[in-house]
C-alpha cells in the first residue's frame, strides 16, 4: 500500500476525528493528517498550502455530509473554485452517516470517488488507497 504525504479529515464531530486518526495512524499510511472540525477550516488549510513550514498537499480527503455553518455540499462547491495548484490532485472520499441513495448519486456525479459510511475502518481505508493510489 502507497503512503501518501497528507491525509486531510473534515468533520465538526471531535470523537469521529479523533477515531479516524488513530485508524489512519495505525495504518501508517500517511506521513500527515491534518483535522478540520468545520468545512471553512478545510478550505483554509487547502488555500494556505503554499507557505513555507506547512504541511504537504492532502492527497486523501474525508469528508462529513451532514456539517453546522457549510455542509459537505457547500465544501465540494467552494472546492470547485479553487485554483488547480490549491485543489492539488486530490481523492475526495464522503465519509458520512448518510444512506441515502440520492446523496451518493450526487457525490459521485461531483466526482467523489467514494461514498463510505461511517466510521472509518482499516478494510475501507487500505481498499481506498489501493483503489485510488496505485503504487
Known sequence: MKKLSCVLLIDDDTPTNFYNQKIIEKQACTNHIEVCTTAEDGLVFLKSKFKDGLPPQPELIFLDLNMPG???WEFLDAYEELTSPQKGKVVVVMLTTSVN???KNKALEKGVKGFAT????AEMLQSLITENFPD
Not at 118 to 121: M, Q
Open 101 to 103: 441513495t440520492d446523496d
Open 118 to 121: 461511517k466510521p472509518l475502518n
Open 70 to 72: 457549510m455542509d459537505g
